[in-house]
């Protein structure tokens, strides 16, 4: 029990009653929370996407039409549940809590606040306790998102295949080679993460970003931020990346023969993973919840608490990674399908890998003392050698298919 | 910029405050408060098809001659015509017969005014009212008594339509343009009787007069 839960002093010693309820409350406030935001995530979404195609969007239910996604949400539960009749009724009927239930789990890992300020490091006193704003935070945390984001997949693909239909086991099809693909890329790039960081607790890495140059995204080299963002956006099947569901090819791709509240809990999974995502891309990169921090000074906003402060944070750094997701959105049109399995394996994959080479080398060459330079140019070498035999083997392999007669 | 240019168009467009979209309507919260800001709509196209209309001659008689032509058209069978001879000292029609029940189901209508097209007299046309709203399926049968133009020669403002100003002008569009059977030759000819407050309706003018507007 210590060694999972140790890293949040609540858990530590005996269980009282006290913890028991503030944890039960984390469940509670982080469950609502992801409902809400995901809610506001679908207003902000169609607002934004509207505004990029000069369009008002919606309007109408409640002030800005904020209450639209209610609406829909409502007007889906009213609807009739459609089972079709070659579906394969129990897997069916479980495909989309597959898909939504990881999308929550994943966010109990992020931290979603806390007092970053006068050396606390994220602690705030909840009921005297001394305490995380963050639902869990085990030693493993980062693997622990990957592992439910790899989870995901079989919601998505059961979803199709249980369908009985042949569209939706199209999609289906399309979404699980691609979140495969795409799942090495998303993994090699946080690796990065993780070597320079030393810890794999999502708290520990927030906590080493004290300042703007302590960022992992400085401190790993910009590359591997680059890679994982478009990872992620194929890992959520996001535009340009959403042949899953491409509506011109595959009708409405795994979830064509979903109606009622299951397609709700798909699209409910969709949003919420986006913002799953973004809030993850902020803790691995962005310093999560610590205040921003340029050569010393500490930016503050006023009239917030400090225990406040970090959520304020967060809320503005994942804001701007959901605005650029929906900016992705109404601007990239959608790759072809082989060029989307060109970008993953030969672009994403061989150069997240390098990278962490690189990295791994700088810090053997740091710990044994060797020069820096030479181990940078040494490491360049091999890497333009590895990318060198990398495309040799590819213009063979591309004239043995001409040679076959291929069309590409 | 490349690669990168799109991503600039869209974030140039999101600053814009022209907006293409009208306010359609602002609903009745809007409405009570008088706000015709809010309440807007474009103007429509004068051969728009909408809710049909019963025409009548310029002295006030029907023009339906209850043939049923209009019934066997219809390619969602929604229109119910039933015609009676006409009562020789008090006619409702110049002809033998006149439409005695005439009645159009408008969950089934798909507006595709191929009754217009098929009407000897020009008796059914379009107006330019797509707006349907019912509670229930009887409210959705229009019968003769809604159908019929007023005595000004206008389509008659149900109590649960919305028309707006100028748009009960325009109820023959389709019809003058298809007459007959929408062949060019006939582009410009007057081939159609007086109307009920509008007398011999002009024809639309003639395509390259209408590019010319256009441009």
């Known amino acids: ?408 | 910029m490349g690669y990168f240019g799109g991503f600039l168009v869209t974030l140039r467009q999101h600053g814009y405050k022209n907006k293409v979209t009208t306010q359609y309507s602002g609903g009745r919260v809007f409405r009570r408060k008088n706000r015709d800001d809010k309440d807007q709509k474009i103007d429509k196209p004068e051969r728009l098809h909408g809710r049909h209309v019963l025409n009548r001659y310029e002295d006030g008689m029907e023009k339906c001659i209850g043939c049923e032509l209009c019934a066997g058209v219809c390619p969602a069978r929604c229109i119910y015509v039933r015609g009676r001879d006409n009562d020789p000292d008090n006619p409702t029609s110049p002809g033998e017969r006149f439409g005695f029940v005439y009645e159009i189901n408008y969950l089934r209508c798909i507006h595709c005014d191929l009754c217009v097209e098929a009407c000897p007299t020009e008796a059914i046309t379009e107006t330019k009212l797509f707006e349907f709203s019912f509670t229930n399926r009887k409210d959705a049968i229009y019968t003769k008594a809604e159908l019929l133009v007023g005595d000004d020669g206008k389509p008659q403002h149900l109590p649960w339509e919305d028309w707006r100003e100028g748009e009960d002008e325009h109820t023959s569009g389709w019809m003058r343009a298809t007459a007959p059977s929408g062949d060019a030759t006939f582009e410009g000819t007057v081939a159609w009787s007086g109307e009920l407050g509008y007398g011999v309706r002009a024809p639309e003018p003639a395509q390259d007069v209408r590019d010319e507007e256009d441009n």
């Not at chain 1, 607790?201 to 080299?221: A, P, R």
């Not at chain 1, 890998?353 to 710990?367: K, N, P």
Request: aromatic share 12%; hydrophobic share 55%; glycine share 10%.
């Open chain 1, 1 to 408: 029990m210590d060694a999972i839960l140790a890293v949040d002093p609540l858990l530590e010693g005996n269980l009282l009653w006290t913890p028991l309820l503030i944890v039960l409350l984390k469940v509670l406030v982080v469950f609502v929370v992801g409902l809400v935001a995901t809610m506001l995530m679908v207003w902000f979404e169609r607002k934004v996407i509207a505004g990029m195609q000069n369009r008002v969007g919606p309007n109408k239910a409640g002030p800005f039409g904020l209450l639209q996604t209610l609406a829909d949400g409502t007007k889906l539960f009213l609807k009739e549940d459609l089972i079709p009749e070659r579906a394969d009724r129990f897997v069916f009927k479980l495909a989309p809590y597959l898909a939504f239930v990881p999308a929550f789990l994943a966010f109990a890992i992020i931290p979603l606040g806390g007092d970053y300020r006068n050396g606390n490091g994220g602690m705030v006193e909840l009921f005297g306790h001394q305490t995380r704003v963050q639902l869990a935070d085990p030693p493993v945390g980062v693997l622990f998102a990957l592992a439910i984001s790899a989870i995901a997949v079989y919601g998505i693909m059961l979803a199709g295949w249980a369908s009985g239909s042949k569209y939706p086991l199209l999609g289906s099809v399309r979404a699980s080679a691609q979140m495969v693909s795409y799942e090495a890329a998303l993994g090699l790039s946080v690796a990065c993460v993780l070597l320079v960081a030393g810890t794999m607790s999502t708290s520990g890495i927030v906590n080493l970003q004290g300042s703007v140059g302590n960022w992992n995204v400085v401190t790993t080299g910009f590359v591997p931020f680059f890679i994982f963002v478009i990872a992620a956006t194929a890992e959520l099947n996001r535009p340009p990346f959403d042949l899953v569901e491409a509506e011109q090819e595959l009708v409405g791709g795994f979830n064509t023969e979903y109606a009622s509240i299951r397609f709700a809990l798909f699209y409910l999974a969709e949003f919420m993973n986006t913002i799953t995502m973004s809030a993850l891309i902020v803790t691995l990169f962005f310093g999560g919840p610590q205040p921003v921090s340029i050569g010393g000074t500490t930016l503050d906003i006023p009239l917030i608490p400090n225990a406040l402060e970090g959520t304020v944070w967060l809320l503005l750094k994942v804001l701007v990674f959901l605005y650029i997701y929906v900016w992705f959105r109404a601007t990239l049109p959608r790759f072809r399908y082989d060029q989307l399995m060109d970008l993953g394996w030969k672009v994403l994959i061989p150069a997240s890998l390098g990278w962490f080479m690189l990295l791994a080398a700088q810090r053997v060459g740091e710990d044994a003392g060797w020069d820096r330079i030479v181990v940078t140019l040494v490491t360049a070498l091999v890497l333009i050698g590895g990318y060198t035999l990398l495309q040799l083997a590819m213009k063979v392999s591309r004239d043995n298919r001409d040679r076959d007669g291929a069309s590409f």
